[in-house]
């Protein structure tokens, strides 16, 4: 059986340990050598670099977030064996560990690494489809030749130098398709490398868990429940039509994943279709002033995002939520796309003014999204609206001086409030 050491990336056929430098850390496998397609996750990923860019917080149990009204983005591993799970809200997480070290999230750090890693897939394959900061499908079919060696070899070679370069690390999954590569990510987490083969697929999916797909939620999941399909086999129980006319489209996906079926490609080029930012109060408010000042702040970062990756939108959502937890979301269609942070706010703050006394609120959001290029972006004037050029036009001026000299160079009074 071919076998591959992920230390010293030494092939061999025969033992569990490496020949050539005696390392546990191997991987075996029958189709070691001929699958290519893979979903490399790192692990835990804010908190490694947060751990990485101060070593007094090696052992300790690090948690990503906001205050004690926000949520968990990530946890470490030494806060997840305490029960700590992302999306989970912050004052739970903090009954569960206590002595955890919250950190609020630097995001230019985790999008800087983020790059670094980009950068030594893209010395694999330009096939590499992301789907956040920290994990990535790849298809690295035909790279053998190029490589000479494997993509297994290679996606080894790749964590490695995560490590050893970057002081990262992450997850490899390995496969047929992308259904079953994401699979396999999450089978040994963290410093995984797992492998699930064609001839294997079947089996390995009849007993499992229909909630492994990616994208079945607990609501889906309650509905298959209902159902009596918790398992695959249960899936396979069913007719393809029956599936469909139960759960409409979903149906359909889950008649080809119950049989390990995924024709998806790896695409490069997967399109943004939406670009958003909110926040969580610590305590509700119903302030006016308070909220204008967040509306501001959330639309100049959903502009700033917009204007890096030369996209602008033609529809603005506000999303509002309640102390009990109930949501208010409102959309307006502009006249034209824009990324300009002066009509995304006026616009949110526009459809605030619709809904504004239904607070108070815990959380407050907005976005935009029917997203085209920005070069076809806020170029007719706006007739009810003669000074919208004039401040687009200084609002370019001010993106000319944030940039030069960073980003607090210029404020609004009303990012003070």
């Known amino acids: 059986m071919p076998a591959l050491c992920r230390d010293c990336l030494h092939e061999f056929d025969t033992g569990r340990r490496c020949p050539a430098c005696s390392s546990p ?40 977030g906001g205050g004690r009204r926000g949520v968990v983005s990530t946890a470490c591993y ?13 004052f739970q997480a903090l009954k569960l560990c206590p002595d955890a070290v919250i950190i609020k999230p630097r995001m230019q750090a985790y999008v800087d690494a983020s790059k670094a890693i980009r950068a030594m897939m893209e010395e694999l394959t330009p096939d590499i489809e992301p789907l956040s900061l920290d994990e990535a499908f790849m298809d690295l079919s035909g790279t053998a030749r190029l490589h000479g060696a494997p993509p297994a070899v290679m996606l080894a070679r790749l964590i490695k130098r995560m490590r050893t ?93 119950a049989r390990g079926e995924d024709k998806r490609r790896v695409s490069a080029h997967e399109p943004v279709k939406s670009i958003s930012k909110e926040t969580t109060f610590n305590e509700d408010t119903a302030s006016t002033d308070i909220l204008d000042g967040h509306i501001w702040r959330l639309a100049e970062q959903v502009s700033d995002r917009a204007k890096a990756k030369g996209i602008a939108g033609k529809v603005v959502t506000l999303k509002l939520k309640r102390a009990n937890h109930s949501s208010l979301t409102r959309r307006l269609t502009l006249n034209g796309a824009s990324n300009m942070a002066d009509t995304i706010y006026r616009t949110a703050r526009a459809l605030f003014d619709q809904v504004g006394d239904e607070g108070p609120y815990r959380l407050i959001g907005c976005g935009i999204s029917h997203l085209v290029d920005a070069g076809t972006a806020d170029l007719s004037g706006d007739l009810l609206d003669p000074q919208a050029g004039k401040r687009n036009a200084a609002e370019q001026a001010t993106d000319k001086i944030r940039k030069k000299f960073g980003q607090d160079a210029i404020l609004k009074g009303r990012a003070l409030r």
């Open 78 to 90: 030494v806060a997840r064996i305490r029960g700590v799970r992302s999306a989970m809200p912050m």
């Open 165 to 257: 370069e970057l002081g990262l690390t992450g997850s490899i999954g390995l496969s047929h398709n992308k259904f079953l590569a994401k699979v396999a990510s999450d089978l040994n987490k963290p410093h995984g490398f797992s492998v699930i083969g064609k001839a294997e697929t079947d089996d390995f999916l009849r007993d499992k868990p229909v909630s492994m797909i990616w994208g079945v939620g607990a609501v889906t999941r309650a509905s298959l429940d209902k159902a009596g399909i918790r398992t695959f086999s249960d899936l396979l129980r069913w007719d393809r039509s029956d599936l469909i006319a139960r759960f409409g489209g979903m149906g359909d996906r889950l008649w080809h994943l």
């Open 25 to 64: 850390r191997t991987v075996h496998h029958d189709e070691l050598t001929t699958l290519s397609i893979a979903h490399m996750d790192c692990d835990a990923f804010y908190a490694s670099v947060e751990k990485r860019d101060d070593p007094s917080l090696t052992d300790k149990p690090v948690i990503i």
